[in-house]
């Protein structure tokens, strides 16, 4: 048969793994910092899935496998949300995984991007998209090294240069996740300078 068949429950411990080896290679375009999103999508998306009854299993797979693309070969940045929902197959398929549910997950990833205008069909394409817009409000310091070391912008500059991103980032969620990180994206407004 050729397949590795992997319980269930190691599942997300076997793709934290993976993707943890896959951005500590020199080939990782955008280094660490990549692991701590995707680790913090992961979180949002296990919140969202319990608050919103989707399946778990299904967003928190899709969450550890949504950019899997881009840490792999950054040419395919771009594309990243195509390529890693075709990268999920391969893998999932190797691992054995329920056959039924990885479309699922591939439709999560193919949907995650709030850059890219598509139509999330299920609660589980809502929550990974969501988790990985809001992960931006649980990695301001990596923003503001951004800003400050890697673009050398002055502190105002790079002051609204955030607050801007994460303007953005808050108005990619679905209405329902606006009002449950309402709360998140207030407090850091505030830190940032600009209380409502």
Not at 100 to 108: D, E, F
Request: with cysteine; proline share 1%; glycine share 8%.
């Amino acid at each position: 048969m050729g397949r590795e068949k992997i319980m269930r429950e190691d599942i997300l411990e076997r793709l934290q793994e993976e993707i943890y080896d896959r951005c500590r290679r020199e080939t990782n375009h955008f280094g660490m910092g990549c692991y701590d999103h995707i680790a913090a999508v992961v979180g949002n998306a296990g919140i969202l899935a319990q608050q919103y009854g989707a399946d778990r299993e299904v967003v928190m797979i899709a969450a550890w496998l949504h950019d899997v693309a881009s840490i792999t070969d950054y040419s395919l940045y771009e594309q990243h949300h195509i390529h890693g929902a075709d990268m999920a197959y391969d893998m999932l398929t190797a691992y054995g995984y329920d056959e039924q549910k990885i479309p699922l997950v591939q439709a999560c990833i193919r949907n995650h991007r709030g850059s890219v205008v598509s139509e999330r069909k299920s609660m589980e394409e809502v929550c990974v998209a969501d988790a990985d817009a809001i992960s931006h409000f649980d990695n301001v310091p990596g923003l503001l090294y951004l800003v400050y070391v890697e673009k050398g912008m002055g502190m105002e500059e790079g002051r609204e240069f955030v607050k801007k991103k994460l303007m953005r980032s808050f108005q990619k969620l679905s209405e329902e996740s606006k009002v449950y990180y309402q709360g998140k994206y207030n407090n850091v407004m505030e830190v940032l300078g600009d209380a409502e």
